[in-house]
């Protein structure tokens, strides 16, 4: 029996996108990938992914047009996968709200004014859209603050 559906190819647009979204693995691999982590061992180690679990996902967000494999032998971003970026914003504002994390957990900036976001998508501040070029995270995993890697064909 299938762990759940295939909605590949449902007339939702939501239902398609969680076809490949919904997946836990597919949002920390992508939370990875922003965090400019870009190789299998990287984001095997970062993740905590087996090898077949990895690359499983990797094929699947590689055909789901996610990610494309970079020249430097690791995989970037594609503007799609680029356009998830506010996904992972409203994961993170949502924990926040919920159940604020400890450590204070994933914090989002605007690169342009330096306001801490509280919106997924908008800069609260200079009302700007919080995309690659504009974010920075800070993660309390990685230390200092860090601008958000794009890698999408421009």
Known sequence: MPLRSDWSEAGCVIARAADVLADPWVLVILRELFSGR???DEL???TGAADSVLARRLRTMTDAGLIRHAES???ALTNAGERTLP???AYAGFTR???PPSDGGLRISCTRCGTEAVSADWCPTCA???DAESTTWM???MGEPFPV???GPR
Do not use: K, M, T
């Open 38 to 40: 870009s190789r299998f």
């Open 44 to 46: 095997r180690d970062a």
């Open 73 to 75: 032998g690791g995989y």
């Open 87 to 89: 996904i992972l914003h």
């Open 97 to 99: 709200a919920v159940e």
């Open 128 to 130: 700007a859209p919080l």
């Open 139 to 141: 993660r309390p995993s």
């Open 149 to 151: 890697v794009g890698g």
